[in-house]
């Protein structure tokens, strides 16, 4: 799989290019993660916008993480959500929804790095906290080489998006609005 200019290697060759939990995960895939792919960047372009302009990867072949908090009575419960980065995630209707939840935000962003244990503009939902559902957006789950985040602003992952939709956590819904 090549996308962009970068120069991907296989993941779980990389661990020192992945954040703990991601190397866990992905070490614990089937395969061994065989068929996701992780690059080197700069961090100062971790960022979506930077990063594609940089590294002549287009936008809808990247792919956003975003952690929300979702709220029913006094309980917190958490959620990723993948959605393509031409596209936003409907946090206040379907994701609300799905969750079963009263009220749905974007979780704060010292509060996503505190439970993921990665580093913010490179949260991924491999590796995230047991329990933690992953919603990935169909166009995602459909795409044939999708960039993610890799825990860590000084790496990206390369996979298909049936790997994401593959996950035991993962559930596929129409995310975006």
């Known amino acids: 799989m090549s996308i962009g200019t970068l120069e991907w ?10 954040a703990e939990p991601v190397a866990r995960a992905v070490k614990g895939l089937a395969g ?3 068929g996701i792919r992780v690059a080197e960047i700069d961090p100062a372009l971790a960022d979506t916008a930077a990063f594609c302009e940089r590294y002549g990867v287009r936008m809808d072949e990247s792919a956003n993480c975003v952690i929300v908090a979702a709220r029913r009575g006094g309980e ?6 993948m959605v393509l980065a031409t596209t936003r995630a409907d946090v206040n ?3 609300r929804r799905h969750l079963e939840a009263r009220k749905a935000s974007f979780a704060p962003q010292e ?41 860590v602003r000084h790496s990206k992952l390369a996979l298909p998006g049936a790997t994401l939709a593959d996950l035991e956590i ?8």
Do not use: F, K
């Open 76 to 81: 917190v419960r958490y959620a990723a959500c």
């Open 9 to 18: 290697a296989e993941a779980g060759q990389r661990p020192d290019l992945l």
């Open 111 to 151: 509060e996503a790095v505190r439970l993921t244990g990665m580093e913010y503009g490179g949260i991924t939902p491999l590796g995230l906290p047991e329990g933690w559902p992953v919603l990935v957006d169909e166009a995602v789950a459909a795409h044939p080489g999708v960039v993610i985040g890799s825990g």
């Open 93 to 95: 209707g379907v994701v």
């Open 32 to 34: 061994g993660g065989a």
């Open 170 to 177: 993962a559930q596929v819904l129409r995310l975006a609005n």
